[in-house]
């Protein structure tokens, strides 16, 4: 194992080759808020909350898709890249409905805690949001498309830990949407073996347990990361 030594704001800190920033920052202690990572799963880069400056001309990239390098000279908490995560965050609070007094999800939404972590105190963008469909047809399940910020990790704990390749991306740009088989309802999905992986793994209220109340949504990404590092295939309970 090659270790290789960078700098995170002004730390000196040791990171295993291959490691990517966001990694090597958090075992350094140092936090970087991001929501389409979940630790286990391939990072795909794309809610771009998790933004670090990098290098001599100090570009902005995305730490959850960015390499350790042999004297990297990184930087999390500048005054231009808290404007853009709170901008990020902003974006995202237009493109949907993200009233939280009356989602599931209140209390235990990583999108609430990252509005709270960037100081958004409003939003400064025109509100976007189109009523999109609620989708109920399955027996135990729930998506709500208005609370979806597409960060795809439904996506990618259905294919990289349960194997069942039920969600998918139908669609382009802001018509983009999770969906299941092709866009059939949930409850039609010959592939969805009901582990209720996806469920656990989204950061909002958009995917839901049927059941669920707010406290009873409490730790279900805590059990999740049990089963990714077990890679576990349990039915929901
Ligand atoms: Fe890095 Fe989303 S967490 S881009």
């Not at 960037?118 to 609370?147: A, C, I, W």
């Not at 069942?164 to 866009?183: E, H, I, Q």
Request: charged content about 25%; overall charge negative; some cysteine.
């Amino acid at each position: 194992m090659t270790i290789v030594t960078l700098q995170i704001d002004g730390k000196i800190v040791g990171a295993r080759e291959g490691d990517t920033v966001l990694h090597a920052a958090r075992s350094a202690g140092v936090d970087i808020p991001a929501l389409c990572h979940l630790e286990g799963l391939t990072d795909v880069g794309s809610c771009r909350l998790c933004l670090v400056e990098v290098g001599d001309g100090k570009p902005m990239t995305p730490a959850c898709v960015t390499a350790v390098a042999e004297g990297l000279d990184v930087r999390t908490d500048t005054e231009r890249l808290r404007f853009h995560r709170r901008t990020v965050v902003e974006l995202m609070f237009a493109a949907g409905n993200h009233a939280c007094a009356v989602c599931v999800a209140n209390g235990d939404c990583e999108l609430q805690d990252a509005a709270v972590a960037v100081g958004m105190d409003h939003v400064g963008f025109e509100y976007q949001h189109k009523p999109l469909t609620v989708d109920v047809s399955h027996e135990l399940f729930g998506v709500d498309h208005n609370r979806c910020i597409l960060c795809t990790r439904c996506v990618r704990v259905c294919d990289e830990i349960e194997g069942a390749r039920t969600w998918g991306v139908s669609g382009r740009g802001a018509d983009a949407r999770v969906a299941t088989d092709l866009d059939q309802p949930w409850g039609d999905s010959p592939t969805c073996t009901s582990c209720g992986k996806c469920v656990m793994a989204c950061p909002t209220g958009a995917l839901f347990h049927r059941g669920d109340t707010v406290s009873g949504i409490d730790h279900r990404r805590d059990r999740l990361a049990s089963l990714i590092a077990a890679r576990e295939h349990k039915p929901w309970p």
